[in-house]
């Protein structure tokens, strides 16, 4: 392996090792191998362009373009013309994902989740600092001041992740760097000359400095490793970054700080489907089986996918304030106690609306007032937490419903934004689906009746998402699990200018006797919430065989804010729904959530984040790879040819110091590399010319300057010797320098169009496709020639034999 070969490898090396101490930011880690994919193509293009005779300062610029495309390739492939080419529409919606991104950086603590713009921040960081490393350390050999960009990126990692970090990222970042500089430190002292002379006791092999070198720089890591173990530790408040966590959140003006993301865990919980017991609670009502249990609604959405839109909380009163939109009094009430027994990372789980809340260490709580969502003060608070829940038994009728007065201008504008680049699809379908409806609520049931009818599937193989494309996926391919039914009929609903958001949390628990209910990791799901005036948010369930339908009775005496038992007709008629067990193991809740048919194999696979590029993005990148690398061919050719020709060091008289002799291969090599120099830069070759007219002729339609003149005709003379003079005849000048020099005099001259079309599209390389064809013609021939032997081989008896009958007269 050469010393620039090397170097690339270990400059990419280095960068990986420097980039795990960013591990502790996300609460996933699959995000690394794509950047370490990110490094592996900017390493190997900055490899290949490094090998064509282009300007150093053009390297880096290329591997930042490609980087930018890999980056678009990977969180904006949708947008992407014909999938493959980069315009505005991708452009933008890369800076949405970016921006979501910087949103989620002040949103979420750590570990934070593996959203789609913190991905892209991480990826493309560490691919800009791979570019960086490679550009000083390869493209410039500066290997020593590489060591920045590498410094800043474990500072920035390590400081961030601060208690999370550790120092085995300081010994790989470290170890990275010294292999990175024993590189390029044995290249430097073998330049040296591989013996040293003049020591006091004889000799020093190169090599044993370079053992030196190394030895020197184990012994420092090793120091800076275990040193601190047994030093005391000073905090001095320099780089002390205080206490940990938001800001006190009193009155309004607390930050939103928590470290989870609903739907990312909802949709890693629903694919990996667990039996493992979360909380257990009572409710002292004839429907606890039927009532949802809340942690909280997604209000917000940019078209990358549903967020807490709320910036501000409030520490969590004794009695919570009253929900929005709500205007009935003398409601009654239900009292419920819940036990947390295996829920870690989660808001309250609450039936809705709450009226109250105990909880112990009510100071340290938080609450979200508009969307009533209660905030834990760390992530470990929820863990084994008992506390009871008095919630409002709120039982409106469909006809209350219908006849809801329309929501204020400020709720409407608020819960109806949609994104510009919303598909079309959504609102053409949203309407049609509704096109027989006249009240939203009747619109609104017009939609769950169609979700939940035989044209969709509930399916937890599909990738998760709930952006503007995960939901055109969706309703072009009419398979999904909650949140794309929840999202999808969420966006229907405020393209209908009726308010929704997206809730989360879990559908009703199993009964374990008695008033106890126990939920677990099957019950995990989401539901859009629609606003009517006077009633406040209502849950609708569009989801097929899981939950309970929500059905609001027609008539005003019978209380219906819990859903009755029994599903509508057209969820009830779902072809989706899958067919009960006959096992009698096989309980009516199982039927219910549709698991009581054959697992799917599909149901167990991991949704956990979305790195790797789509089979169809990588196939289409795989595509655009070999085109680029096809249209290089001529190039890389043309390269290879002339370091071949000009590569010779030719031989010296055996015992001699004299000059190097060339051999005539080597004369003729350089001169024809003269000719197809000068044919690159448009003087093309004249096979009727002597060398030395050919010499004047490129002189004088080039205009050489005098040295390369000189340098053309030396060319020639050693080339007519070759051809004419007898033989014997010895050549030593330098004629791999005289043509460096008759090149560098044709490229100057050649302008900037024509020195490009010499380096991508070389003319001479006219001559790989003329040998190509002859190669293929004599592989033709000899097949054709191997085919009548063996052909004549088999013919050849039997048509002697049958001459022979044919010749003969019969015995008489």
């Known amino acids: 392996m050469t010393t620039r070969a090397k170097l690339t490898v270990y400059s990419a090396l280095a960068t990986a090792l420097a980039s795990l101490c960013m591990l502790p930011l996300l609460s996933t880690r699959s995000w690394l191998t794509h950047a370490f994919l990110v490094i592996a193509v900017v390493s190997a293009v900055g490899a290949g362009l490094r090998r064509s005779p282009l300007y150093r300062w053009s390297v880096p610029v290329a591997q930042v373009l490609v980087l930018l495309m890999l980056m678009l390739l990977g969180f904006a492939g949708s947008a992407l013309t014909g999938g493959v080419l980069p315009g505005a529409p991708a452009m933008r919606l890369l800076s949405q994902v970016f921006s979501s991104g910087l949103d989620d950086i002040a949103q979420y603590a750590l570990p934070a989740p593996p959203t789609a713009g913190l991905r892209l921040i991480l990826v493309s960081s560490v691919g800009l600092i791979a570019v960086l490393v490679d550009t000083i350390a390869v493209t410039y050999r500066r290997s020593a001041l590489a060591g920045l960009p590498l410094l800043a990126l474990y500072s920035i990692g390590n400081g961030v992740a601060g208690d999370h970090g550790s120092w085995v990222w300081f010994g790989f970042a470290s170890a990275g760097y010294l292999v990175l500089l024993f590189a390029e430190g044995e290249d430097r002292v073998s330049r040296w000359g591989r013996v040293f002379r003049g020591s006091a006791r004889g000799t020093i092999s190169s090599s044993r400095i370079s053992q030196g070198g190394q030895q020197v720089g184990v012994l420092a890591l090793a120091l800076a490793l275990l040193l601190p173990v047994f030093l005391p530790r000073w905090d001095l408040g320099l780089l002390d970054s205080g206490s940990s966590g938001g800001s006190s959140g009193h009155g309004t003006g607390g930050s939103v700080t928590t470290s989870l993301d609903p739907l990312v865990s909802l949709e890693a919980a629903i694919s990996k489907p667990s039996d493992n017991e979360l909380l257990t609670y009572t409710l002292d009502s004839d429907l606890a089986d039927q009532i949802y249990l809340r942690t909280g609604s997604l209000d917000q959405f940019d078209g990358t996918n549903w967020k807490l839109g709320s910036t501000v909380v409030s520490d969590l009163p004794a009695t919570l304030p009253t929900p929005e939109g709500l205007r009935v009094t003398n409601v009654p009430r239900i009292e419920g106690d819940f036990k947390i027994t295996g829920l870690e990372k989660s808001w309250l789980p609450m039936p809705y609306p709450a009226a109250s809340v105990q909880v112990p260490n009510r100071g340290e709580w938080k609450l979200d007032p508009i969307t009533r969502t209660v905030l834990s003060p760390n992530d470990k608070a929820i863990s084994g937490l008992s506390y009871h829940v008095s919630t ?86 009419r398979r999904g699990f909650c949140v794309h039914f929840a999202s999808t009929m969420a966006a229907m609903a405020r393209v209908l200018k009726i308010p929704a958001r997206v809730a989360v949390g879990f559908t009703p628990g199993d009964s374990k006797g008695g008033d106890v209910y126990s939920v677990s990791g099957r019950m995990y799901h989401a539901w859009p919430e629609l606003y009517f005036p006077g009633y406040g948010w209502m849950r609708f369930e569009p989801t097929p065989s899981r939950g309970v339908p929500a059905r609001y009775s027609e008539a005003s005496s019978a209380p219906t804010t819990a859903p009755s038992q029994q599903p509508t007709a057209a969820a009830t008629s779902s072809a989706a729904v899958p067919a009960p067990s006959q096992s009698s193991d096989c309980t009516a809740k199982q039927r219910q959530l549709g698991d009581c048919g054959p697992k799917s194999k599909a149901a167990s696979r991991t949704a956990d984040e979305s790195w790797l590029l789509s089979g169809q993005v990588l196939g289409t990148l795989a595509v655009v790879v070999v085109l680029i690398a096809l249209l290089l061919v001529p190039m890389f050719w043309r390269t290879a040819v002339r370091r071949r020709r000009l590569g010779g060091g030719g031989r010296r008289r055996p015992g001699g110091d004299g000059p190097v002799e060339l051999t005539d291969a080597q004369v003729l090599a350089a001169w024809d590399e003269l000719v197809d120099s000068a044919w690159d830069v448009g003087i093309p070759p004249d096979e009727s010319r002597t060398p030395r007219s050919a010499a004047r002729r490129i002189t004088e339609t080039a205009d050489l300057d005098a040295d390369a003149a000189a340098a053309a005709g030396r060319l020639a003379l050693a080339t007519e010797r070759v051809l004419y003079a007898p033989a014997g005849q010895v050549t030593t000048a330098p004629l791999a320098a005289d043509v460096r020099t008759a090149r560098r005099a044709l490229w100057a001259g050649a302008g900037r169009a024509g020195r490009l079309r010499a380096l991508l599209l070389p003319p001479s390389s006219a001559q790989l496709w003329w040998r190509t064809s002859d190669t293929v013609r004599a592989a033709r021939a000899a097949v054709a020639t191997r085919v009548g032997r063996a052909a004549e081989a088999v013919t050849g008896p039997v048509r002697r034999l049958t001459g022979r009958r044919k010749g003969s007269t019969p015995e008489s």
């Open 392 to 477: 409002l038994d709120l039982r409106p009728t469909a006809d209350e419903l219908r006849t809801a007065p329309p929501a204020p201008q400020d709720v409407r504008e608020r819960y109806t934004a949609l994104p510009s680049d919303l598909p079309a699809v959504v609102a053409e379908q949203a309407k049609a689906v509704t096109a027989d409806a006249r009240t939203d609520y009747d619109r609104a049931t017009a939609l769950v009746n169609w979700f939940t009818g035989p044209g969709f599937k509930y399916d937890t193989s599909i990738e998760g998402g709930t952006g503007s494309n995960a939901i055109a996926v969706f309703l072009r391919d």
